[in-house]
């Protein structure tokens, strides 16, 4: 393992990605939660190199920025005009002091589908075989537009020819040069240095690279990888989507062979930071992000979109929007729920059909069934929130908090206006405006008092529909008394 450690990871992100048609350079587009770059350093980490260095150019403030967000140890190197890729490893190597001892490998910015696997496997392939360079390649169904792999009647690896500079014999070629490579650190900032500009796009080519050391007598090879698709580069939206998808697929067929039930796959989407226990199901229409983790037995959907959230275990999420919440287990939520960050729901518990929940405790056992905004609030255990209540926690100009205590049963259509406190064990009547604190045990009611104005109708609707039903009521009650 240590044996087959690089001396550096070069990322090569430094291109336009003119065909993305974005404000948003290539490499900060997003797939199953991280962006392209930031899936090709998270395979390229599994190497576990003493340095990386990523080549950054257009939209270099953008891109840097990122990095030090995700990636803070990884260096940047600027490559201020697009020369090539032999040009951008150049400066790379410039910025890690130059010829290095050990393997350096190459890996491009647009590459997400690369797996750390297959990494590896390039990486031991080449010291094994004691390669200067060892290129990954593939087989692929369309091998339009890549480099491709030149061998002689042996088979041993020639040369990488661009598809521009290629003749039809060498367009026929299946075989494409990934962009990935392992070079031998000291031989590559060597021919480095003879890569020239003489094709067809006027650039260093570090596929050059590869010609020139076989031709100075050193040993060239190729790592083939397993699945093609994993070295497909991103260049516009479509590849993108298909890319997503290819990566979506990988993810839930993990997590499916780790016990969770998918119930339909395609559409259902998940990012690479989510976490399953065995057992968890999830239905149709669902996206989960971030951190978002399912306990064991937990079942999700349908039509669930829950980021970094966290759901107990057994408990049950049916169409409902979760941002930062923690659903306890054996608790239940929706249909039609909305739960936003700080809403945290107690063992047991229910937050039911058209619910919004904000900076909200709500403690075991205790429910809030229907149609209800509790904000800034906590609420103790087993209490029972009557449908239609608002948590009034905003003045104008401030936030405040709602207490309500264990074992209360408040009624429909209450207004807690915050800051306020119901006691334990302490009942609210329902339509009451609560604005002065419940005593523990107290009923509290804080609605007008009801009048009956008899005769109204008669007096006032004479001949309408309501009056003759008034009129047909009095009657009906006068022959039974
Ligand atoms: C390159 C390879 C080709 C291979 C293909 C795989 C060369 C000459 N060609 O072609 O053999 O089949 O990738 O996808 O290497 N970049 C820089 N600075 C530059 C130029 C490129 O950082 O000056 C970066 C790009 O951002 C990209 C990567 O290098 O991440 C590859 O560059 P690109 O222009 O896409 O090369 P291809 O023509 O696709
Ligand atoms: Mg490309």
């Avoid at 939520?333 to 937050?351: C, E, F, Q, S």
């Amino acid at each position: 393992m240590s044996a087959n450690r690089p001396a550096a990871v070069v990322v090569l992100a430094a291109g336009e990605g003119t065909r993305m048609k974005s404000a948003t350079p290539k490499v900060l587009h997003e797939l199953c939660g991280r962006s392209l770059v930031g899936h090709v350093l998270a395979a390229a980490g599994e190497l576990h190199a003493e340095n990386t260095v990523a080549v950054v150019g257009h939209a270099r403030e953008k891109v840097t920025a990122h990095l030090g967000e995700i990636a803070p140890d990884v260096r940047t190197a600027v490559q201020a005009e697009q020369n090539g890729t032999g040009h951008a490893v150049r400066i790379g190597l410039e910025a890690l002091g130059g010829a290095l001892d050990g393997t350096v490998v190459v890996v491009c910015g647009d590459t997400p589908l690369l797996t750390g696997e297959t990494l590896r496997t390039l990486a031991a392939t080449h010291t094994e075989d004691g390669n200067a360079v060892t290129v990954l390649s593939a087989e692929v169904p369309d091998a339009t537009g890549y480099g491709r792999i030149v061998r002689d009647d042996s088979g041993a690896v020639t040369a990488i020819v661009e598809h521009k500079d290629a003749t039809d014999a060498q367009r026929a070629i299946r075989e494409i040069n990934s962009g990935v490579f392992a070079f031998d650190g000291q031989l590559l900032a060597e021919a480095l240095k003879k890569v020239r500009t003489d094709n067809s796009q006027g650039e260093e080519y570090l596929t050059d690279v590869l010609g020139i050391l076989r031709e100075a007598g050193h040993r060239v090879g190729a790592s083939v990888a397993g699945d093609h698709r994993e070295i497909a580069g991103i260049n516009n939206r479509v590849q993108l989507s298909e890319a997503r998808r290819i990566l979506n697929d990988r993810l839930l067929t993990e997590a499916m062979l780790a016990g969770v039930t998918v119930i339909d796959p395609a559409t259902t989407w998940v990012d690479v930071t989510v976490t399953f226990e065995q057992d968890s199901v999830v239905h149709p229409g669902t996206q989960l992000h971030g951190s978002t983790h399912l306990g064991e037995g937990a079942e999700v959907g349908p039509n669930c979109r829950l980021t970094d959230t966290r759901v107990g275990a057994g408990a049950r999420v049916d169409n409902t929007v979760a941002v930062g919440a923690e659903v306890g287990p054996g608790a239940s939520v929706g249909p039609y729920a909305y739960l936003r960050p700080g809403t945290r729901l107690g063992a047991k518990g229910k937050i039911g059909t058209y619910v919004e929940t904000k900076n909200a405790s709500i403690g075991e056992g205790t429910k809030v069934p229907h149609l209800s905004y509790v904000g800034d609030a906590t609420i103790g255990d087993y209490s029972n929130i009557g449908a239609a209540s608002v948590f009034v926690n905003y003045d104008g100009r401030e936030k405040h908090h709602t207490t309500i205590g264990s074992h209360c049963r408040t009624g429909s259509d209450n207004m807690f206006v915050a800051p306020v406190t119901v006691g334990d064990g302490a009942y609210t009547a329902a339509g009451s405006v609560i604005t002065k604190d419940v005593p523990p045990g107290s009923l509290a009611v804080a609605r007008g008092q009801q009048r009956n104005i008899e005769g109204w109708v008669a007096r006032k609707r004479p001949g309408s529909a309501a009056a003759k039903a008034a009129e047909a009521a009095s009657r009906g009650s006068a022959e039974e008394g």
